[in-house]
Each structure stands twice: as C-alpha cells, then as structure tokens.
T-cell receptor, first 112, second 119 residues
C-alpha cells in the first residue's frame, strides 16, 4: 500500500532559525495536505497542494509540491516558539483516494 | 460551529473492561474517520464512514474493535475486551464529501481526542 515518509523525525532549532521538513510518497499523489499538531492537541489543517510544482505561502511558512507529485516540503522562516509542534503531511489513500494516509510527522522544538 | 466533539477526553480502565468512545461530527459532513495515535505507530486510520456506512475497516486491529454510526451526528468506537496495548489517543475526524481519485480531497477536522489508558 501507499507509504508516506517524513524526515527528519525530530528537529531542534534556536528561535529565529529556519526549519524544513520533507515528505516523500511511494506513489504519485493527486494532492497533499499538511497538518500541525501542538503538544497535547489535535492535528489542524494547514494547507493543501494540488498542482505539480505548486508553491504556497502562509506568512513565514512555505509549502512546495514536487514536480513529480511524489514529494513535498514545508519550510518555516525565522521560527518562533509558537511554531512548536508536530508537522504531518497526508496524502489520499485507499481504493478511491477517499481516506488520508499520514506521514509519521516531524516534531519541531524551538529553543528561546 | 462547535467542531468535532469527542467524549470522554480521558478514559482509564482496567484490562478486560469494555471501552466506548463517542464522536459527534460537524453537521453536514459526509465522512467520519477514526484514527489512533501512538508514539510507535503514529496516526493510524482505523475505519471510516461515508453517509453513516462503513467503507473501509481494514485498519481495525482485531475483532475486539468495533465501530458504528447509527446516524449522521453520532459514532462510537468500542473495544471489548480492552488490553494495555490499546492505550493510545483516539481521534475522530470528519470532512465534507471527498472526490474520486485524482481530485482534491476535503480537509479533515479533528476532534480533541480521547486519551485511553488500559491498566
């Protein structure tokens, strides 16, 4: 079945440093979504990418979808303590792409 | 909208006991998903429903797990008998109608989860 991998598993950065997490799929994805889960919280939708090579920005967050639609990245510029949490990518799965296969996540720690 | 509502928030039980987790999806959402989250296995899809009908339960670990959705506003996940290895956070999520493969999928709205501890 489809597998979604993420690296790194953990990342510790000093506040103000940049951060990037990478997501790779074993199959071509029709779209990819990113979620953020704060410690003790639940996953919250951040963004969806659909087009090959698509780039979207949300303030300090930049999301990219690879040309082959098998990988994606999330880059945070000048991290803040509010960025702490686990970032998940998720792609369609199942016979009809009707469920979501989540990557293992990248846990970000930001040291003040 | 109140979002996806799950209860209880925390459940501590003894091995062998029956556990029932509850979920109220967002009104108007056609899909309901049950996920389990552990450090070792991450977010695992257990089962999902479309218009109250179970579509894919291949993620349900064993016969000890069962899920129902008697109507559009309520779903339960039951574990009987519970075992210590069932300890995890169980999330319910809902979404609007999803498109067929090749099209965009609607985003998931997660509930706050149920932290289950089986002693």
């Amino acid at each position: 079945g489809q597998q979604v991998m993420q690296i790194p598993q953990y990342q510790h950065v000093q506040e103000g440093e940049d951060f990037t997490t990478y997501c790779n799929s074993s199959t071509t994805l029709s779209n990819i979504q990113w979620y953020k889960q704060r410690p003790g919280g639940h996953p919250v939708f951040l963004i969806q990418l659909v087009k090959s090579g698509e780039v979207k920005k949300q303030k300090r967050l930049t999301f990219q979808f690879g040309e082959a639609k098998k990988n994606s990245s999330l880059h945070i510029t000048a991290t803040q303590t509010t960025d702490v949490g686990t970032y998940f990518c998720a792609g369609p799965g199942g016979s009809y792409g009707q469920n979501f296969v989540f990557g293992p996540g990248t846990r970000l720690s930001v040291l003040p | 909208d109140a979002g996806v509502i799950q209860s209880p928030r925390h459940e501590v039980t003894e091995m062998g006991q029956e556990v029932t987790l509850r979920c109220k999806p967002i009104s108007g959402h056609d899909y309901l998903f049950w996920y389990r989250q552990t450090m070792m296995r991450g977010l695992e899809l257990l089962i999902y429903f479309n218009n109250n009908v179970p579509i894919d339960d291949s993620g349900m670990p064993e016969d000890r797990f069962s899920a129902k959705m008697p109507n559009a506003s309520f779903s339960t996940l039951k574990i009987q008998p519970s075992e210590p290895r069932d300890s995890a956070v169980y999330f319910c999520a809902s979404s609007l109608a999803l498109s067929r493969l090749g099209g965009p999928n609607e985003k998931l709205f997660f509930g706050s989860g149920t932290q289950l501890s089986v002693l």
